[in-house]
């Protein structure tokens, strides 16, 4: 129901920017948010966005380099990522939940990962 995609490898410094498109799920009604998984460790917490877009919240490792975004016509939440770093290599999923949350567990559905691998 959650579909990713818009991930690869870069070089530090430079940008990506991840999709990921709804389907089967009352797109509007939830809010959103990404998270990104590096081998060996857990799901981390990347950004959310509430489901009318009137508040964005970044951890601290992506704050003022990243930018979350959603399109409730197409039903497809964005993360636009810049300034990229070798420490943002990571599996990056999207996430919707029916409220507004930071934990992985109070998601409800989760997409497939999308690789994002920074070179230095």
């Known amino acids: 129901q959650l579909q990713a995609s818009g991930g690869g490898l870069v070089q530090a410094g430079g940008s990506l920017r991840l999709s990921c498109a709804a389907s089967?799920?009352?797109?509007?009604?939830?809010?959103m948010g990404w998270f990104r998984q590096a081998p060996g460790k857990e799901h981390e917490f990347v950004a959310r966005?509430?489901?009318?877009?009137?508040?964005?919240y970044y951890a601290d490792s992506v704050k003022g380099r990243f930018t979350i975004s959603r399109d409730n016509v197409k039903n497809t939440v964005y993360l636009q990522m810049n300034s990229l770093k070798p420490e943002d290599t990571a599996a990056y999923y999207c996430?919707?939940?029916?409220?507004?949350?930071?934990?992985?567990?109070?998601?409800?559905?989760w997409g497939q990962g999308t690789q994002v691998t920074v070179s230095s």
């Open positions: 996430a919707a939940s029916r409220i507004v949350a930071s934990l992985p567990g109070s998601y409800d559905y």
């Open positions: 089967g799920l009352t797109f509007s009604n939830m809010h």
């Open positions: 966005i509430t489901r009318s877009s009137l508040s964005t």
